[in-house]
């Protein structure tokens, strides 16, 4: 048979198989025996191609989306320990102040407490902003009529004094105590707010979701209220007090599921009852006076 040598690449003739010198270049030559060889293994099949952008998997069809949580959605609030809490806070803002029906129909009712926490610091900060306010008109307001108290005789130091406590408004230490009363006094007040229209919602079977629902609404509606710290304290307040109103009424109807009339009816019923109440009670006595004459 004919070999070639790994050496010098020359053939020659040989009639075994082994190691053998080869005549050429006097290398050794390892002439292999293909009877002693294993059999070759068998290919392995091709690997799968990988899947591109919305192609289905190679063992079937994708998996259908997760059933949405019939909870709710958790407001951004109640992730602050993941988001942080003044992002939290700003991004709930937004969402309850901003986009009320389709955050309080899809927001998760059970996160009571998340909610009272950020009514309440929205309330404080309204509160704040106009107790300050306060404090800088009355020292403003105190020394304008102090000049215009020096100028009136001196007999009149009583009625001068009188006149500049209640002027001034409040000392120092009240305006402090007004500050840290503040979040209690706001705590207190969604707390309340929220009895007052459920118990509404109840007389009108449309409390279907519970008072937990109710709350929520109330803390999160609450957003409204920090408008009242812009730098007009009267029409501020007014524009906040609205804003809430209608924040609420939308919320109720949506994380209540009921009609939006019981929502703003049970939201404006209890004001108009105090309106009424207190035009009856400046009312009335004006009309005696007026039949006496």
Known sequence: MLARCAHCQKTFETDRYGVQACPHCGQQVHLADPAAMPPPSPAAP????????????????PPPPPPPDPAGIPAPFARRSELGFARSWIDTWKLAALQPSEFFRAVRVSDTGSAILFGAVAITISSWFQTLY?????????????????????????????????VSGGSALGVVAQLVAAPFLALAGVLVMAAVFHV???????????????????????????????????????VGFVWYLAAVAIGLAGAQRIPPGKAWTATLL???????CCCGAVGIPLFAAFGRH
């Open 46 to 61: 091709p690997a799968p191609e990988a899947a591109g952008p919305g192609a289905p998997p190679p063992w079937g069809p």
């Open 200 to 238: 509404l919602l109840l007389a009108l079977k449309g409390a279907p979701r519970g008072f937990d629902a109710t709350l929520t609404v109330v803390g999160y509606a609450s957003a409204a209220h920090v408008i009242g710290a812009a730098p007009v304290p009267g029409l501020a307040n007014l």
């Open 270 to 276: 209890p004001f108009a009852l105090v309106c009424l």
């Open 134 to 166: 306060g404090a800088l008109m009355g020292a403003a307001t105190r020394s304008m009529v102090d000049q215009m108290l020096r100028q009136m005789p001196q007999a009149q130091g009583f009625q001068n004094a009188w006149v500049m406590r209640w």
